[in-house]
């Protein structure tokens, strides 16, 4: 029997009063100011003409030996006033001796070229003379000060790392966790100052599965974080499964490590590296990765930089540093003996028996325990409680729940809705219909098999409710037909006509990118044209059967990226700019087969039902919720949203992008749930159809501009401070778009408040807006502005439903309120799981077997612990002087993520979600696939992601 969940908690720790506060003691470090010249002086040796000068001395390299042979240190970014921490009470890490010599290796690493010696022993020598000392120092670890205008904690810089590693060492202090198998014994692991928060991480624990056995350890992480408008600040508690990397190839007779991308190792000495240190009780931490050797011109395995070690060439070490083969080749073997070392498993490596993951009741046991450590200083947040607005917070055009024998008039009603839909979208493309004439929704289905065109065919039939067959051809027909002569196939109904244009994918569009094959270094350069040969060869191809001017879609059978000879062989990208070029938007389904344990046949009426849902939704046709919250929202409420594509070149990623993307969804007449989506074309400076402004967007991959301005290599610093100013100008003629109707924008504070800053905590006002250099300027009467937080980068806690019934807690959806602890501005939104993990016992145990004592032993570790995120809303501005209700606009933008065409609920108000994956048309997807955080693209969870 369900439930009736009337309140939430998070675990979220808090002061119990803006006067709190707590002091502690360390041993500090400044890094020396007397040094800076000469360092600089060193590290711009020789530096290439023209290259960006060095404006302050690399020290990651230092970090990174700290890391792995000084872990207790805590590291502070700079510039800070202090570089290095140690707790008062812990043990000198580093005496003065090993501080020495680890600095004197570091200037030669800095430049260990021969012609620069002498520089370098005069640097030396400088810095010799001149000596850091460790200072003993007092920090404040909870009071912090607020912002002058919104009232928001704003907390010191050595607060986020002193902070959560104080609250870290006050939980070690509890001893073991017990549990009804044994113990969890936690240690801490050393963080750099690029990282977030503390880490603890336990011993490791055998789940046997068969003949195999699979490790995995409870991680936690607290980290500390702020709300809007709330002079408290929060520490996140984050429990989940790290699991460890044991199976080795048949091949190789080593561990699988993905290329291009670093594996952290963490590492347990019986005795300490460094002669003079004392043996830390924290785990070491060092990282692997598979890079291009380019002197024997094949891949190579090893430390990154060459390891801790390898900037220590010349100190003896009390105990030799781990081969990275050796550790690769018996990774359990390392893992068994105390955690000697374990290589932290990633999905890149192929699968793993335990799955990510707690469960909401486990961790809500794990928070409870960990609670105990709070100091008198501290306390846990107040529970959340229900919103009161609405009995239900589902939309008002929500599917129902139906008996089985009246889905078939359910499902006819809903096809019909998405007919409405669809003639209103198709209207919309063009002005060219006649009246009193029927629109027309073409698209066409470039298929490579016969089983995935039938099943296209009978998918589009069934998500439209069409009657007929649309026509009858043979399979000589359909094998004969072109681009320019397709086969096509048409039904009227009384809403639109729909019209499929058949055409068998050819001339080699389908295969793999001409690049080098797997083992051979494959450069940027080479992608890029192999992306622009494909792109101009599918341009021409379908331009031949695309006449019109409106935009029109296609659906594209293609293999899976992982059918192709690697992932940058797979040709997706490139076929979508050429036919983005040719007029179409595109939506991928992939050829069914089987292979292995990989099955794509059974689901393929599914797959292909959701790509024509995907594939209309890029027309812009959607079913949009309609709230029924009747006078408490604005009369005629339109909703803008606005998302920065923004990726950095990197090893792993080869291109790098920046694009701003406003996209305006304006519900028609109410009832209907017909909405008109457009999106902002900064050329026209006009509100343009939203497949128009996906085509557009094509013309910014950089791929097809070689040398684009976002591109070019140079200062970062000098390019963000561009970008913002680009963001400003464009945000300020957008807005003004938006004026003479009330308008609800949002934005994604992750994604957008690094180029549009005033959305950060530290800088928001409320009812108030700045989009340039100008001072904040309150709210135009129709704009209303809510900012969306997600669980990524853990800056919304987990959660887990209080169980009124004292039972397993579970995961309630709905709109939560803050009780005695919040601005009257915040608010929480919760959805349910999604169906595949709906089946997931809320009190599965991942720790103990969950039948003790009796045959089946068998521990839950093969049961994903989906969470999903919680999603803070944030009502920066309104106008409450004007009937404005903070909480009814949070409901609107809860019940925004539930349209009730999508299956399952959003990760991100429907807005956002569809301005969002604008970006597909603008970047590659290169990132694999991730089972951790990524079984449906739509949904959030909050398991950890190594």
């Known amino acids: 029997m369900p439930v009736n969940y009337d309140s939430i908690r998070a675990a979220s720790w808090q002061p119990v009063s803006p006067e709190a506060t707590v002091v502690s003691r360390y041993r500090a470090l400044r890094f020396p100011e007397t040094w800076r010249e000469a360092i600089l002086a060193l590290c711009n040796l020789g530096r290439p003409e023209g290259a960006e000068p060095y404006r302050t001395g690399p020290t990651h390299r230092f970090e990174q030996v700290i890391q ?7 590291v502070l970014p700079r510039p800070s006033e202090h570089w290095l921490y140690v707790p008062k009470e812990v043990a000198d890490p580093l005496p003065a001796p090993v501080l020495r010599a680890l600095l004197d290796r570091w200037l030669g690493d800095l430049r260990p070229e021969a012609e620069h010696r002498a520089f370098l022993k005069d640097v030396r020598a400088e810095l010799a003379a001149s000596p850091p000392v460790w200072e003993p120092v007092e920090a404040e670890l909870l009071h912090c000060p607020t912002t002058p205008v919104g009232g928001t904690a704003a907390p010191l810089a050595h607060q986020f790392p002193l902070s959560t590693d104080w609250l870290a060492r006050r939980v070690l202090a509890l001893g073991p966790y017990e549990h009804a198998a044994g113990r969890l014994h936690f240690r801490a692991v050393p963080r750099g100052p690029r990282d977030k928060g503390a880490e603890l991480v336990s011993q490791p624990l055998p789940a046997p599965s068969g003949t195999r056995t699979w490790w995995y350890s409870v991680v936690l992480n607290i980290t500390l974080h702020t709300v809007p408008f709330d002079p408290l600040p929060r520490f996140h508690l984050h429990f989940g499964i790290r699991r460890w990397a044991t199976w080795v190839s048949s091949t190789t007779g080593k561990v699988h490590l993905p290329h291009r991308r670093r594996t952290t190792v963490l590492l347990r000495p019986r005795v300490p590296y460094l002669p003079g240190a004392p043996l830390s009780e924290r785990y070491a931490l060092a990282k692997v990765e598979r890079r291009w050797d380019k002197e024997r011109e094949e891949w190579a395995t090893g430390w990154v930089n060459g390891g801790p070690a390898g900037i220590l060439r010349g100190i003896s070490l009390a105990e030799p540093f781990p081969g990275v083969d050796d550790i690769l080749a018996d990774p359990e073997g390392w893992l068994n003996q105390g955690l000697r070392a374990g290589i932290v498993y990633s999905t890149a ?3 793993h028996q335990v799955k990510a993951g707690l469960m909401s009741h486990q961790r809500s046991e794990l928070t409870e325990w960990a609670g105990q450590a709070l100091p008198p200083e501290v306390r846990a947040t107040s529970a959340l409680v229900r919103t009161r607005r609405v ?24 096809a019909e809705e998405r007919r409405v839909g669809a003639a209103f979208a198709m209207s919309s493309l063009t002005s060219e219909t006649d009246a009193g004439t029927l629109p027309t929704l073409e698209a066409r289905l470039l298929w490579q098999t016969r089983e995935l065109r039938e099943a296209a065919v009978a998918g589009l039939v069934e998500h439209l409710g069409l009657k007929g067959e649309g026509g009858s051809f043979t399979e000589t027909q359909y094998e004969a037909a072109r681009p320019g002569a397709p086969v096509i196939l048409e039904w009227q109904s009384a809403e639109l006509t729909v019209r499929l244009r058949c055409v068998k994918l050819t001339a080699g569009l389908g295969e793999g990118l001409a690049l080098a094959p797997r083992g051979k270094l494959r450069t940027s350069s080479a992608i890029g044209a192999a992306i622009r040969d494909r792109r101009t060869s599918a341009r021409s191809w379908l331009a031949d059967d695309i006449t019109a001017t409106a935009p029109t879609l296609a659906l594209v059978e293609l293999d ?4 192709f000879e690697t992932g940058d062989h797979d040709p997706k990208f490139a076929l979508r700019l050429g036919f983005a070029d040719a007029g179409a938007v595109t939506q991928f389904v992939s050829v069914p087969k089987k292979a292995g344990r990989y099955d794509s046949v059974k689901n393929l009426d599914h797959r292909v039902s959701m790509a024509w849902d995907d594939g209309l939704r890029q027309l812009g046709i959607r079913v949009h919720p309609e709230h029924g919250l009747g006078k408490t929202l604005p009369v005629g409420l339109r909703y803008a949203a606005v998302w ?31 909405a008109g989506v457009q999106g902002w074309d900064p050329e026209a400076n006009a509100w343009i159809p939203y497949p128009a402004l996906l085509l557009k967007l094509t013309r910014l991959a950089e791929v097809a501009v070689p040398g684009a301005k976002n591109s070019a290599p140079g200062s970062y610093y000098r390019a963000m401070v561009e970008q913002r100013r680009d963001t400003e100008e464009w945000l300020q003629k957008m807005l003004r778009s ?4 009330p308008t609800l924008l949002l934005a994604h504070g992750q994604n957008a408040r690094s180029h549009w800053t005033w959305l950060q905590d530290g800088h928001v006002e409320p009812d108030r807006i700045r989009d340039g250099h100008a001072s904040a300027r309150r709210l135009h009467p129709d704009l209303r502005l809510v900012r969306v937080r997600t669980a990524q980068g853990r800056e919304t806690p987990q959660w887990w439903g209080i169980n009124p019934k004292e039972e397993a807690n579970g995961l309630p959806s709905h709109l ?28 599965a145990d991942k720790l103990a077997p969950r039948r003790a004592g009796e045959d089946d032993t068998r521990i839950d570790t093969h049961i ?3 969470n999903p995120g919680l999603v803070e809303i944030a009502v920066l501005g309104c106008h409450q002087d004007d009937g404005d209700d903070p909480e009814s606009l949070a409901l609107a933008v809860h019940q925004l993520r539930q349209p009730p065409d999508y299956p399952q609920a959003l990760a991100l108000p429907l807005p956002l979600h569809l301005a969002e994956l604008g970006q597909e048309y603008v970047l590659p997807t290169l990132a694999e696939e991730d089972e951790d955080n990524a079984a449906e693209e739509l949904y959030p969870i909050d398991a950890v992601v190594e």
């Open 68 to 74: 792995a042979f000084a872990p207790d240190l805590l």
């Open 349 to 351: 490596m192929g699968g």
């Open 391 to 414: 009995r239900s917070a589902k939309p008002l055009n929500a599917p129902p729940n139906v008996k089985k024998e009246n889905k078939p008039q359910e499902d006819a009603r809903r």
């Open 560 to 563: 899976r990226r992982a059918d």
């Open 644 to 674: 920065l594509v923004r990726k950095n070149r990197t090893a792993r990623n080869r291109w790098a992008a920046y694009v701003p993307i406003a996209v305006l969804v304006t519900p028609q007449r109410s009832g209907s749930g017909v």
């Open 738 to 741: 938006l004026r003479g109707a």
């Open 816 to 843: 939560w309120v803050p009780q005695g602890d919040g601005t009257g501005r915040v608010f929480y939104s919760t959805t349910p799981k999604p169906v595949q993990f709906q089946a997931s016992a809320i009190k």
């Open 864 to 866: 994903p612990g989906w």
